[in-house]
């Protein structure tokens, strides 16, 4: 097998709106490449990527998958991402590993939602690209028009590339501007242009000519000046331009018909940059890749299996990493014992001697590797920039159905966790659920089903219940309790007074004393606070944990024989929860800051809904064509946000939430709460 480095090493990743069509073009790909003797469908479950249970059944991407495959005797590393906004994890990583992307758009849609956010996230990271217009077979199809609306909406420096020759059924091929040759069938053949195109032909050849042009002085005097411009300089300054991301071509392709998808490949080919001209992000800055540098490659995707075990992708950005040797994982710390390598085409594992600088592999079993992690050698370390994932704005808990379930449930979910970097576990002390938080709803039944059919974890998804907490708002001077009992022999006393202030932050409760006159023994002190701090898991309203309240050990009173450390324990919690009840104890719920980035035409409508859902506007800060709303809400209003802000916008804007603070709960409300509570209570006591 012919090694492939540095200068023959692509790695493209597809980007796009869902439903674009990016599993159909990666099939397309791998059949003219001759990967596969047949094109799979998402349809039927049978593309090489979609290989997940899980993307076979709801027929949409949900993994970030590898197809590697030969053309013109280079390798191209396709990295098939998924479209649906729930798995932007997948998209991140995806990039972090790219040279360049293709961006498909629908012929019918144009620019949406998705397509718009891959475009911004291909801004900030810098990566150069190619514009598709796919599904040009469609009924309806139009190029012309899906090319200005993609103009109208990415930016003029959007150009047409090709034209398509026909659409819907009549969709026959592509017209290549620069050579003025048109390509039809399958596999394509090069033709004279059609003479009803000929004049549009050129037309959109003046266009991409003068856009060119524009990037090079000498050019454009050339251009300006009437002079013809030789297609090398042509094809030199337009790969020069791409690379810059000054220029973006726009091409047109049947993936499902395999029309057109020959001259993508040709264009990925010949314009866009091989894994030689991507400078290596580090911690310390940027450096130029070399296949005889050090060895620095970063993990960016973990699955666990429960049959293959533990498998790491990684992609070698320096130096070579050869199976059954040693390696050293600079973000832990630690050496990492590197077994047999493979070269990942969907599911299937093809075992190779080495992973070269530029290329892409996966290795199993490692031991303290995860996402995100950098693999170099100890004595020449190089860390490289992690992946950057978003954070998750989605919560809900998990149940487990069955005995033998919760048992299995908290492995299960830290292996999810491991799988993936947006998928945060954690457990809400005020409520005692199990807290799984994602990117949306889709995300997290994923989740689930992936639990049950990897792990054998059958679990339910809820909404959480908000962790509300209770504390008072006027001080108790003296709360007080005597312990006493006779029963023959030794009996039990213990007697503490308490003064409870409440705290103007609200924040954790705390303990004090101040005894004068030895009225409680100093060895009784830790009992007393032990038995304040055991109340504070119940306040006297609803049963919520308390908050925001000092509590003073002032005064008591004690007996030689009869005090014990357990009688001044029930005497300092039953002293704390009969002066909760003298402080006019109220309600908080958890308050959170909200900021929403929304298009300017959908501010007023986001602003308003704010307002049904007891929310305080803080400020608005409009960066272009967007707004950046900030706001504080109850978490109880915002727990299903997430759904709630796509059916309004259809995707268009993006929220983040963090818990800021706690506040009274007003009290119309706390009186349903209360009543909730008690009747909660009352169920569990009778079983």
Known sequence: MPKYGLENTQNIVLLSHGGAGKTSLSEAMLFNAGANSRMGKVDDGSSTSDYDPEEAKRRISINLSLLPLIWRERKINIIDVPGYTDFVGEVKAGMRIANAALILTDSISGVEVGTEMVWNYCEEAKLPRLI????????????????????????????????????????????????????????????????????????????????????????????????QIGMEELTKTLRAGIAAGRIVPILASSALQNIGVNRVMDTVFEYLPAAKDQKISTTTGEVEPSENGPLAALVFKTTA??????????????????????????????????????????????????????????????????TGDTLTTQDKQVKLTPIVFPTPIFQEAVYPKTKTDVDKMGSALTRLAEEDPTLKVHRELGTGETILSGMGDTHLGVSAEKMLRKFGVNVELAIPKIAYRETITIPVPKAEHKHKKQSGGHGQYGHAVLELTPLPD??????????????????????????????YNSGGLAGYPVIGIRATLYDGSYHEVDSSE??????????????????????????????????????????????????????????????????????????????????????????????????EVPANITQKLVAARQAEMAEKEKE
């Open 132 to 227: 598709i217009i796919n599904k040009m077979d469609r009924e309806n199809a139009d190029f012309l028009k899906i090319a200005e609306n993609i103009k109208a909406k990415l930016g003029a420096r959007c150009v047409p590339m090709q034209l398509a020759i026909g659409s819907h059924t009549s969709f026959k091929g592509v017209i290549d501007l620069l050579t003025m040759k048109a390509y039809t069938g399958t596999p394509a053949k090069e033709s004279e242009i059609p003479a009803e195109l000929k004049a549009q032909a050129e037309a959109s050849r003046e266009k991409l000519t003068e856009s060119i042009a524009e990037m090079d002085d000498k050019l454009i005097e050339k251009y300006l000046g009437g002079e």
């Open 305 to 370: 299996d429960p049959y293959v075990g533990k498998l790491t992708y990684l992609r070698v950005f320096s130096g070579v990493i050869t199976s059954n040797s040693q390696v050293y994982n600079a973000t832990q710390g630690a050496a990492e014992r590197i077994g047999q390598l493979y070269q990942m085409r969907g599911k299937t594992q093809e075992p190779v001697a080495e992973i070269r600088a530029g290329d892409i592999g996966a290795v199993s079993k490692l031991n303290v590797t995860a």
């Open 506 to 535: 609200r924040g954790p409760c705390e303990f004090t004393e101040r005894v004068v006159g030895g009225r409680v023994p100093r060895n009784f002190f830790p009992a007393v606070e032990k038995g304040v701090v055991e109340a």
């Open 566 to 663: 357990i009688c001044f324990k029930i005497a300092g919690s039953q002293a704390f929860k009969k002066g909760m009840l003298e402080g006019r104890p109220i309600l908080l719920e958890p308050v959170m800051n909200l900021k929403v980035t929304v298009p300017n035409d959908l501010t007023g409508d986001i602003i308003s809904d704010l307002n049904t859902k007891r929310a305080r506007v803080m400020g608005m800060n409009p960066q272009g064509d967007t707004n950046t709303i900030e706001a504080q809400a109850p978490l109880s209003e915002v727990q299903r946000y997430t759904i709630d802000l796509k059916s309004m916008t259809q995707g268009r804007a993006t929220y983040t939430l963090a818990f800021d603070h706690y506040e």
